[in-house]
């Protein structure tokens, strides 16, 4: 892709929301004049698309891949299959590809890189993580002399849309979700958002490029929101803090330990006030050291902004070249800047929660009479968690029940299991209505 001043062709995969924003910028008077829309892969031909001219929509998938005017193939239509034979398909055939698909990438990403490498195109994908903030241009150009130590990051709008949601106005779980769906940033089967698919697919992806590590998407600890109440917002507003789905990532002795899960952020860090759909990613280099991106994470205008980037920068020749996710960090790039950064990484391995050591906060609904904090407590003591605070919430003298939630210091994640198994048999506990990890902000 050196044909300065020539055309370039490319063949657009689905066009839904970020397909017909992609469509529509490609398209518009003012557009780079040498790219050129050759023809757009969808389910129905019939259905309309403001500002997508029918006639170049097709169900054929051959006659988008299979065209030789073609040089990129912007894939958006999601999905695992058939979007990753797709994007095979292309690759092998000697196209560039450019995709915001995460799923597809975070399960064979391996497969799609090699690839690449080994048809000289580029595997693009800017798009696939937060949205319009450019994170992963920034890992793998700008911070490429870094050695990144962490990432902590809010990936999902959704997710933050509902939590914020029901931070602000105490509505419940189902409340806010399906408020969510109605303003239309929520899909109409919410589960890869609100069970943390979708922030785990990103997360594995940011682990493969900031740190080399090759953390597929079963490797990494996954907790969703729909366990979150109401109840434990207005607990945890109580303790000075809010509620986040954060996905975090962070290199230690033993390894990268990459997790997604609810965690009760302080309220005056700036994480805790990224509210709405917006997503937030603090990395940590050791040259840099912190550093804040936040913007849109999702929507037509913040996608096609990034899937475009990608498809710019190939058309200028500057991104012509096989880009570094690969397996066990060993980087397929061959330019200088991804060489000079592989020999800084020793791929590191990918570490279960087993030896994490966090403050947890946990809320039990017990029996509200004399002893049960003693049996409580002791349960804690065998398990060495060391409590920092109790608070009583909500009795219900009518069932001589109450709320009870408990602070620990720093403990073991397998210690704290322990414990919350073992609480889950007290005859005083009804139910562990929460177990949530806190997040620590004297580290990033
Ligand atoms: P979407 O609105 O559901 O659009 C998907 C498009 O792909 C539709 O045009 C659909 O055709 C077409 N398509 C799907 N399966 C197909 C198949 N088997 N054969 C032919 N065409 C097929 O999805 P989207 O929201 O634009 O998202 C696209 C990608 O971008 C996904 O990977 C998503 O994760 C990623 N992404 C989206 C956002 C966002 O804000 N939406 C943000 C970041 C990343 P029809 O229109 O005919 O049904
Ligand atoms: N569903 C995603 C989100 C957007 O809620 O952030 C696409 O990455």
Known sequence: MNRRNT??????LGAGVVGSQVARVILAPDADHRLSLHGILVRDVERQRDGVPSELLTTDPE?????????IIIEVMGGEEPARSYMATALSAGKHVVTANKEALAKHGDELTNLAAQNG??????A??????PVLAAIQDSLTANRIESIRAIINGTTNYVLSSMNESGMSFEDALSEAQKLGYAEADPTADVDAHDAVYKLSILARLAFGASAHPDMIHREGIRNIGAKDLRYASALGFTIKLLAIARVGSEGVRCRVHPAL???DVPMANVNGVLNAVELNGDLIGPLWLQGRGAGAGPTASAVMGDVLRIAKGISAKPSPL??????NGVQSTD??????IDAPNVVDMNDLQARYYIRLTCLDRFGVLAKI???????????????QFDADDEHGLADLVIMTHPSHEASMQEAASRLRQLDVVASLENLIRVEDYDTV
């Open 265 to 267: 952020v302080p309220v």
């Open 326 to 331: 690969s397996i066990n960090g060993e980087l």
């Open 7 to 12: 055309t370039i062709g490319i063949g657009l």
């Open 339 to 344: 060489a000079q950064r592989s020999e800084r």
């Open 121 to 126: 195109v580029s595997l693009s994908f800017e």
């Open 128 to 133: 696939s993580v937060g949205g319009g903030i």
């Open 63 to 71: 006659s988008v891949l299979g065209d030789d005017r073609n040089d």
């Open 377 to 391: 407590a002791s349960v804690f003591g065998d398990a060495t968690i060391s409590i920092a605070s109790v608070l």
